[in-house]
């Protein structure tokens, strides 16, 4: 019997399966499937809020073979959307959330703050208001790791900025301008030290080279674990 590759039709710019053969069990849920083609050259693969895996795919790309890229990579979307489902964050009474590496239970307040093992919440506007909370503990927890590691080992830079970032935890200027995402503040003080100097082995390395990473290693002897944790946290960016 012969193996015939999956028929894929898009409709509303979903990519649907019309038949499925037995062999082709990628276990992804092909109704949550959406493949956007443009003017590009290879395929990429990513999964949206809404735990719909994007394909993007080139304009000549054939369905099957779109349909074979979407079951090599089944796996890592199934680890991804878990990863999105536990990322989600409730700001309803009782629910908790990690600031600064302390776990903390929702309450309502009369204004953001944070008492004993609860933080206190507005009832109108919560995520406006921890939003704001969380610069004000990003921009003082980051100045005070930046200073420590620059006056430690040199480091040399021209401001620190809070930014609302989505795609990135810091990142470095080329006049040495350092910017940390606010959503650094849902992250323990290991990760939060390691982007700090992330960002300042930047201010001489401009790249990923390999001295860049000597030098971040020197500092940072596990950051090869601390790094892999981050790909899974950035989750959390997409909900705040």
Not at 61 to 86: C, G, P, S, T, Y
Not at 168 to 175: A, F, I, K, L, Q
């Amino acid at each position: 019997m012969s193996r015939k590759s999956p028929a894929l039709s898009v409709y509303g710019g979903k990519l649907v399966v019309m038949y499925a053969p037995k062999w082709y069990n990628s276990g992804v849920e092909t109704d949550r499937i959406i493949v956007r083609r443009s003017a590009r050259k290879t395929l990429s693969l990513s999964v949206n809020r809404e735990g719909e895996a994007i394909v993007l795919a080139p304009l000549t790309a054939r369905r099957d073979d779109i349909a074979r890229f979407v079951q090599r990579h089944a796996d890592w979307i199934a680890r991804r959307r878990m990863e999105l489902e536990q990322a989600r964050i409730d700001l309803a009474d009782g629910s908790r959330i990690c600031i600064c590496g302390k776990d903390l239970v929702i309450a309502t307040g009369a204004r953001a703050r944070i008492s004993s093992e609860k933080i206190y919440l507005p009832a109108e506007g919560r995520e406006r208001a921890l939003t704001a909370f969380l610069k004000r503990i990003t921009r003082e927890r980051m100045l005070r790791f930046t200073r420590e590691y620059a006056f430690r080992y040199g480091f040399s830079y021209r401001a620190i900025r809070v930014s609302s970032a989505r795609g990135r935890w810091g990142s470095c200027s080329t006049n040495g301008v350092l910017s940390f995402s606010f959503r650094t503040a849902l992250l323990t003080d290991e990760e939060a030290r390691y982007i700090v100097v992330h960002e300042l082995c930047h201010t001489r390395h401009m790249d990923h080279s390999r001295a860049f990473w000597h030098e971040v290693g020197a500092i940072i002897a596990d950051y090869a674990s601390i790094r892999k944790g981050l790909r899974k946290r950035s989750a959390i960016m997409l909900f705040l």
